[in-house]
């Protein structure tokens, strides 16, 4: 297994591609990811069966967490519970978050 990740390299393999998040930790105890929106583009994801945390590298908007609207910024930390509904919206530049699950991602 790898130790090393280039962040870099899967935002741009996103980027080219048509889908907007990629894994790159897999595993039982814990995952970890890059998810990159472009303004205007939907966030998806459905609630997952771990707690997670996401860490805003560079955007804005907002993160929806059940029925409140949070407003993101560079270097601020979210947590999510697992079974949680939430997602990423109302962004006017691109949004480039790593997210960590504190299990697999499913």
Same mark, same amino acid.
């Given at each position: 297994?790898?130790?090393?990740?280039?962040?870099?390299?899967?935002?741009?393999?996103?980027? @080219?591609?048509?889908?907007?998040? +990629?894994?790159?930790?897999?595993?039982?105890?814990?995952?970890?990811?890059?998810?990159?929106?472009?303004?205007?583009?939907?966030?998806?994801?459905?609630?997952?069966?771990?707690?997670?945390?996401?860490?805003?590298?560079?955007?804005?908007?907002?993160?929806?967490? @059940?029925?409140?609207?949070?407003?993101?910024?560079?270097?601020?930390?979210?947590?999510?519970?697992?079974?949680?509904? +939430?997602?990423? +919206?109302?962004?006017?530049?691109?949004?480039?978050?790593?997210?960590?699950?504190?299990?697999?991602?499913?």
């Amino acid at each position: 297994m790898n130790l090393e990740f280039n962040i870099n390299e899967y935002i741009e393999k996103i980027q @080219k591609n048509d889908f907007y998040f +990629h894994t790159f930790i897999n595993k039982e105890n814990l995952a970890a990811g890059v998810l990159v929106l472009q303004p205007g583009e939907s966030d998806t994801q459905e609630p997952h069966e771990s707690d997670e945390l996401y860490f805003i590298l560079k955007g804005d908007g907002f993160l929806k967490i @059940k029925d409140i609207d949070y407003t993101i910024s560079e270097n601020k930390v979210y947590y999510v519970g697992k079974n949680i509904e +939430h997602f990423f +919206h109302g962004n006017s530049k691109e949004l480039v978050v790593l997210y960590f699950f504190g299990g697999p991602d499913s």
